[in-house]
């Protein structure tokens, strides 16, 4: 564990530096900086929320309504300020079936089937945030393909997935609609951990390679828009550490970062710690592997008692040279990139007492729903992210799922652990196993956030190891009317600079009206601004 007590300790110098690079300089002060709201019957389908940074946020749905034989979806754009800037409604085959989504360089992509089957074509939409143009696209198919991952790159769609569970990757070229198989893939006992746009209009694929039982192997690959190979980075693996999950950086950076979770054994999902690695192709690499009992605060969701414990016993094990036994249920969530450092944001989360081992576990059938909503399931109303299936595990939980522990782990930007935050979720639950809290970093604080009930609640964490607790309480500007009820499946996304937004589904209480029924449904977003 690294002590940051020493007031010119250089990596508590460098994390101030890291700190500051994405931040500006005055004490946090959170506020709600905006609402949207807009009637929502208790028969309305859920809305896919799609954060466009700092050009606002798309609502995308269907309407459930019918013309022409054809289903009409609903498209509506906000700007920063929450405003809607235009709507539109498009008419699609009702036989589609929604598959992912991504925004891109002016344009909102949302990918469909158009039947059930994984070897059905594919047919992509695209809508022009500016002028509201919309492209149709249709992707072809020959063989069954199950996608896990979807990027857009200028003027492409990268499609990442498994055929006959061998990964592989396919690049569907916008302007000549081309698809194109990426080779040097189709490889038995191998995982695609991670495919990610990078900045520069290239894209990385992650991949775990154990198809050789005395090697283990970590490789990077970085290809450009048309699929040539730019750069192949190998590391070797610890025999006695199971790779989980893996994410790689986007290139703000001139280096590439990898980090993940890792465990023992073969056969436990659930984590020992945080690995992180620097890709360097000309010379070796070593992997940095950190027991969660070396991080200073993620185990504070912990009786203090059992926290003191488990991190004795990772100093134990580390100096007797072996790994402690304790794991825990953790997903990597997001990391953020800055030109002096990474943030990671891991979740901690007890899984259901039935555990669908199949990683085609179907988010597509609307009659399930693990918990409460008065909206019917729509699973891509809290999918922040544009991954079709669970990536970052091959086990998805079907059911309930209890929120433990929020983590904000800090690298340098060699790819050091520097610290730490934690934040405990209280009695949060979610469908499966998807990002419920976020945060950012700035005026010298790590601001964490998760949304319960009818408030949001924050963690922050400073420089010198101070750590401070706040409520905000959701309100309406109308005095009239009171929030009576929130739906348990609301979140909290970070947005852009130093703005998170959250979103849900309300009662709102007139007060003037003595009834019962005297109330309205509605669809939120507020904003949360940290100056």
Not at 310 to 329: C, H, N, V
Request: charge should be negative; glycine fraction near 4%; charged fraction near 25%.
């Amino acid at each position: 564990m690294i002590n940051l007590n020493s007031r010119y300790h250089p990596l508590k110098v460098l994390l101030i530096c890291m700190i500051c690079a994405f931040t500006t300089i005055s004490y946090a002060q959170i506020k709600l900086d905006g609402r949207y709201e807009r009637e929502q019957k208790t028969s309305d389908p859920e809305f896919i929320v799609i954060s466009m940074e700092e050009n606002g946020i798309a609502l995308v749905r269907n309407t459930d309504k019918y013309q022409d034989g054809k289903q009409l979806w609903e498209v509506i754009a906000l700007d920063t300020d929450l405003k809607e800037t235009w709507s539109l409604q498009m008419d699609i085959e009702s036989r589609l079936r929604l598959v992912g989504y991504e925004y891109n360089n002016d344009w909102i992509y949302i990918l469909y089937r158009t039947s059930e089957h994984e070897a059905s074509d594919l047919n992509l939409f695209a809508i022009h945030r500016i002028n509201q143009e919309i492209k149709r696209y249709s992707i072809k198919q020959e063989v069954s393909f199950k996608i896990t991952h979807l990027d857009v790159l200028q003027n492409v769609i990268v499609l990442g997935g498994y055929v006959n569970s061998e990964p592989a990757i396919l690049i569907h070229d916008l302007a000549t609609e081309n698809l194109k198989i990426v080779p040097g893939f189709f490889a038995s006992n191998s995982e695609l951990l991670d495919l990610r746009a990078n900045v520069n209009n290239t894209f990385n694929a992650l991949i775990l390679d154990q198809k050789n039982k005395l090697q283990k192997r970590l490789i990077l690959k970085t290809f450009d828009s048309t699929g040539a190979l730019l750069l192949e980075n190998i590391v070797e693996l610890d025999l006695n550490r199971t790779i989980l999950s893996g994410m790689t950086s986007t290139l703000i950076n001139d280096d590439l970062f990898i980090t993940g979770t890792w465990t023992t054994g073969n056969t436990s999902r659930s984590a020992t710690g945080i690995y992180s690695v620097l890709a360097d192709p000309f010379n070796k690499q070593t992997i940095n592997y950190y027991d969660y009992g070396q991080l200073a605060n993620f185990l504070t969701y912990q009786s203090p008692k059992k926290a003191a414990k488990l991190k004795q016993r990772s100093m134990e094990a580390k100096a007797a040279g072996t790994i402690p036994e304790f794991k825990a249920y953790s997903s990597i969530m997001r990391l953020d990139e800055k030109p002096d450092g990474y943030a990671l944001l891991t979740e901690v989360y007890q899984p259901t007492s039935s555990i669908n081992t199949n990683d085609l576990w179907d988010y597509y059938y609307p009659n399930y729903y693990g918990g409460y909503s008065p909206y019917g399931y729509n699973p891509f109303s809290t999918r922040y992210y544009n991954r079709p299936y669970q990536y970052n595990s091959s086990s998805v939980q079907a059911g309930e799922t209890k929120i433990l522990n929020a983590a904000v782990i800090l690298f340098d930007k060699n790819g050091n652990l520097v610290s730490d935050y934690s934040m405990t979720l209280r009695d949060k639950k979610s469908n499966g196993v998807e990002q419920t809290s976020d945060f950012l970093v700035n005026n010298g604080n790590v601001t964490m956030a998760y949304k319960k009930e009818k408030e949001v609640l924050f963690t922050r964490g400073n420089i010198d190891g101070q750590i401070e607790s706040d409520t905000l309480t959701l309100t309406i500007d109308n005095p009239e009317e009171i929030i009576r009820t929130d739906t348990e499946d609301s979140f909290v996304r970070h947005w852009y600079s130093n703005h998170m937004f959250i979103w849900g589904y309300q009662r709102i209480k007139i007060l003037s009206q003595d009834s019962d029924t005297s109330h309205r449904d509605v669809f939120y977003i507020n904003k949360i601004s940290v100056d």
